[in-house]
Nanobody
């Protein structure tokens, strides 16, 4: 699986950003997918997950209500729409393919990872 994440950038606090991730090997269609983030000096943390059929989504409390994860199985993509961004959202965001079809926030249950895209939120 080759995951390519894009859409990061510099945005002002309160702004919005849409991250996308493409699975070029097309092997994620029956697996849950997720987004994680890692801020400088911190552990990589869960952001959001979506089940294989998009029926279920799970969010970290820190982004709940401000973010929406979605996927297009036909195009093998997963996206994360973020709004009301805060400086504490600044991090490298990673997409990942889970080992299971249902959502999970557990990092060890993700098998394949993208290279990450940097999101910087200025105050």
């Amino acid at each position: 699986v080759q995951l390519q994440a894009f859409g990061g950038g510099l945005v002002q606090a309160g702004g919005s950003l849409r991250l996308s991730c493409a699975d070029s090997k097309r092997t994620s269609s029956n697996n849950a997918m997720g987004w994680f983030r890692q801020a400088p000096g911190k552990e990589r943390e869960f952001v959001a997950s979506i089940s294989w059929n998009s029926m279920t989504t799970t969010y970290a409390d820190s982004v709940k209500g401000r973010s929406t994860i979605s996927r297009d199985r036909a195009k093998n993509t997963v996206s994360l729409q973020m709004s009301s961004l805060k400086p504490e959202d600044t991090a490298v965001y990673y997409c990942a393919v889970a080992l299971r079809s249902t959502t999970t926030s557990t990092r060890s249950e993700y098998r394949y990872w993208g290279q990450g895209t940097l999101v910087t939120v200025s105050s």
